[in-house]
T-cell receptor, first 113, second 111 residues
Framework: AQSVSQHNHHVILSEAASLELGCNYS??????LFWYVQYPGQHLQLLLK??????LVKGIKGFEAEFIKSKFSFNLRKPSVQWSDTAEYFC???????????FGAGTRLTVKP | EPEVTQTPSHQVTQMGQEVILRCVPI?????FYWYRQILGQKVEFLVS????????KSEIFDDQFSVERPDGSNFTLKIRSTKLEDSAMYFC?????????FGPGTRLTVT
């Protein structure tokens, strides 16, 4: 079964700093990739997704992620974070043609004003 | 925009009691899921459900757990005899193709 690794457990940044959160998955076949965000006290919301095509995908709120197949990675980036980006970020993967999704452990992002 | 709903938002129960967590998936979706998130930990897959049967379940989903789609709209998770370690946030999700839509979750507290 596929698995997902998020190496950064807690990231602390100041406003306007650039963000990159790592995500690596293990599965040899075709995958669908997702980033979800969970704001404090709220449920999971989809930030962006990759199914096929351009490996650089843009999501909501200025986030983007790049799929690098050779590195089995799908890192999340944002050029300039805001205090309101403080949240937990989860990378997830599902196998192509299979709906079952597996999540990484999550990365807590704290943005200091 | 259609959304997944879950009730109740918070359920408190005593150890050994049965609980049923309810979910109403998006109406034209075909695949349904339950996930669990213990406080401070990652989201864990419990079970997926398609065509009125379980399609996959994790090792967490033991005999104490069951799922049901009793009618055309509800999707329920039952825990027969709750344990303290079942305390968690339980998320329901549904999808038509590959993107899953999550409900707001039910916080289960077992005392």
């Amino acid at each position: 079964a596929q698995s997902v690794s998020q190496h950064n457990h807690h990231v602390i940044l100041s406003e306007a700093a650039s963000l990159e959160l790592g995500c690596n998955y293990s599965y040899g076949g075709t995958v669908n990739l997702f980033w979800y965000v969970q704001y404090p006290g709220q449920h999971l919301q989809l930030l962006l997704k990759y199914f096929s095509g351009d490996p650089l995908v843009k999501g909501i709120k200025g986030f983007e992620a790049e799929f690098i197949k050779s590195k089995f990675s799908f890192n999340l980036r944002k050029p300039s974070v805001q205090w309101s980006d403080t949240a937990e970020y989860f990378c997830a993967v599902s196998v192509y043609n299979n709906n079952d999704m597996r999540f990484g452990a999550g990365t807590r992002l704290t943005v200091k004003p | 925009e259609p959304e997944v709903t879950q009730t109740p938002s918070h359920q408190v129960t005593q150890m050994g009691q049965e609980v049923i967590l309810r979910c109403v998936p998006i109406s034209n979706h075909l695949y349904f899921y339950w996930y669990r998130q213990i406080l401070g930990q990652k989201v864990e897959f419990l079970v997926s459900f398609y065509n009125n049967e379980i399609s996959e379940k994790s090792e967490i989903f033991d005999d104490q757990f069951s799922v049901e789609r009793p009618d055309g709209s509800n999707f329920t998770l039952k825990i027969r005899s709750t344990k303290l370690e079942d305390s968690a946030m339980y998320f329901c999700a549904s999808n038509l193709l590959y993107e899953q839509y999550f409900g707001p979750g039910t916080r289960l507290t077992v005392t």
